[in-house]
């Protein structure tokens, strides 16, 4: 289907092999991408996006960058004529001549003098800075307006490459939705309006929106996609307010302090240590900054205004701390992520589906248990979230509930499988079966994607090789049966392991259940088999996806053998009791 309704013209074969050799050359495979309609709705998003900034920062417009409190070291002259109405001779005119009276003007000749060097911007002298800026903007042409503009247009034009960039290279996955990268647009315009309504007196509390979509980012994605993008909006919101470089300074420090106090969100108290310790970030830094700018050491120390502007700029960062703790539910339904916080409540036996589980299927869970302990160390021994793991190992197998008898670890002693009248390729799909079963309970019980993504991806598109054996048998007594046997027909639909936590739990869950086969568990037994196992998994090529090296494989392999003979380890045979001899 042609993008605008045309119908494309049916290109020659030397038309055809001159555009495989255009498409070879760096200009012909950008010309390809941007042809994609996919590409060119998200270039749309990202133009509409910048066409917003300009907008809520009013680019056309010279910024006011003076706020009540501040120091002006070196004076401020008018820039242009403009006169201010004078609020007392207006009254006295009034009382004089009735409502009739014209309103008395001062008039401020270019080059005046509207504050003295080192004297500090008060409500009078705010009021008359304000009408000369006023003054300033009337007078602008729309010649200049429109050069800004143009010029704000580039520089956040570099901006969205640089971002652009750092998405495509790493996060392809905000990049593929275009839900998720509408809502990161949605979000740094909402920060830079919000940041610059709040920046005014006497609120000058612009870090707030700021510190919270940085806080959000951290949480949502990553820190050094949090940093990135907290150095842009930092820039934005220095120069469409105050313009300052120690403004930018100030709004970057308090944003790195809290980008690094969250590597791991563990509870909503750790939300509140960050806001604390990015407000006290803010108190020394602005306190640097105006002692840096400060001829006049003693006297700044004596200000209150100085000490008080750096007080309030702390407190709105601790403010941000608690609003982002408050609405952590709201922003993990948002941005589909899963924090430690909501881990822990999975974890919690008291689950329904867990307690379904239970009642239905206890050995499937009893696996999941074992699953979920050997599976946390393993990821915890390579830097993984173990807690992840084991929240999705306690969840992997809900889908065997639905059909628990025809998994053998729910069968009791001495009862016949439900297998043994069904034909291999029937067996294989109830056997394949549970993972989507478990999915629908799971988008049913509404557990976050990162759960769901363990019971889809803890088989990967690995072979089920009992039933393909028994099938191999079958054509072999029948050769008229060939296509029985197909290997593609006995394996799972996937995705393959997508995070270096679902391809933990894959290896866990196969060298769990293949250990259960052991009838002598012995160390070196359980070891070559643990071996035998990750190696078939890696050979068939499960991993690819996952993102984890050899060395950490290799590790994962050792954390699982360790483990696996923890729990089989020998015990002492305690002696028979003996028989209480009766007089």
């Not at 984890?548 to 360790?562: A, C, F, I, N, Y």
Request: proline share 4%.
């Amino acid at each position: 289907m042609p993008l605008f309704g045309f119908k494309p013209q049916k290109k020659t074969r030397i038309a055809r092999a001159a555009d495989i050799g255009a498409s070879m050359t760096f200009s012909g495979r950008l010309k390809g991408t941007v042809r994609r309609r996919s590409v060119l709705f998200r270039l749309l998003l990202c133009l509409l996006s910048i066409v917003a900034m300009i907008c809520v920062t009013e680019a056309w417009q010279v910024p006011f960058q003076f706020r009540l409190g501040d120091h002006v070291e070196h004076g401020v002259l008018a820039r242009v004529t403009f006169k201010q109405i004078n609020r007392v001779e207006t009254d006295r005119a009034r009382f004089e001549h009735g409502e009739s009276a014209q309103p008395v003007y001062d008039v401020f000749e270019r080059g005046t003098c509207l504050v003295e060097p080192g004297q500090v911007i008060d409500e009078d002298r705010l009021k008359l800075l304000h009408a000369e800026h006023e003054a300033v903007q009337a007078g602008l042409p729309l010649r200049d307006r429109v050069l800004r503009v143009l010029v704000v247009f580039v520089m956040l034009v570099i901006l969205a490459f640089l971002i652009g960039y750092y998405l495509v290279k790493t996060e392809s996955v905000l990049v593929r939705s275009p839900g998720r990268l509408s809502l990161y647009f949605v979000a740094i315009v909402a920060a830079v309006a919000l940041g610059r309504i709040l920046s005014f007196d006497p609120w000058r509390a612009e870090v707030i929106p700021l510190l919270v979509a940085v806080m959000v980012f951290t949480i949502a994605y990553d820190q050094a996609f949090a940093t990135l993008t907290a150095f842009t909006l930092s820039l934005i919101l220095a120069l469409s307010t105050v313009g300052s470089i120690g403004h930018f300074v100030l709004m970057m420090s308090v944003c790195a302090t809290a980008v690094i106090g969250l590597p791991r969100v563990s509870s909503r108290s750790t939300l509140i240590k960050v806001g604390f310790a990015a407000g006290v970030a803010y108190f020394v830094v602005s306190c640097g900054n105006s002692m840096l700018q400060s001829a006049s050491l003693d006297q700044l120390l004596a200000d209150w205004s100085m000490w008080k502007g750096a007080l309030r700029g702390a407190g709105w960062c601790l403010a941000a701390g608690y609003l982002v703790a408050g609405s952590l539910p709201f922003i993990e339904a948002a941005y589909g992520v899963v924090t430690d916080i909501s881990l822990l409540e999975l974890s919690d036996i008291s689950h329904p589906l867990l307690q379904e589980l239970i009642r239905r299927a206890p050995g499937t869970y009893n696996h999941s248990v074992t699953v979920a302990t050997i599976g946390e160390a393993a990821a915890d021994a390579i830097g993984a979230n173990g807690l992840l793991v084991r929240v999705g190992a306690y969840f992997h197998d809900i889908g065997k509930m639905l059909k628990p008898e025809y998994f053998v670890e729910n069968n009791l002693g001495g009862a016949e499988s439900r297998h043994t009248n069904l034909a291999p390729a029937m067996s294989t799909l109830i056997i394949i079966g549970h993972v989507k079963d478990g999915v629908d309970l799971a988008k049913q019980y509404n557990l976050p994607p990162r759960i769901i993504d363990f019971i889809e991806q803890h088989q990967g598109t690995t072979l089920v090789q009992y039933f393909f054996h028994e099938a191999t048998k079958q054509v072999g007594q029948q050769p008229d049966h060939r296509t029985d046997a197909e290997e593609s027909r006995f394996r799972y639909p996937g995705p393959k392991p997508q995070s270096k936590e679902t391809a933990v739990m894959l290896l866990a869950d196969a060298v769990e259940s293949a250990s259960r086969t052991l009838s002598d568990p012995t160390p070196k037994r359980i070891e070559s088999l643990v071996h035998k196992i990750v190696m078939n998994r890696l050979l068939d090529g499960q991993l690819d996806e996952s993102g984890m090296t050899l060395t950490e494989l290799k590790t994962v392999e050792e954390s699982l053998t360790k483990s696996l003979i923890g729990i089989y380890h020998g015990r002492i045979k305690y002696p028979e009791p003996l028989e209480e001899k009766t007089a």
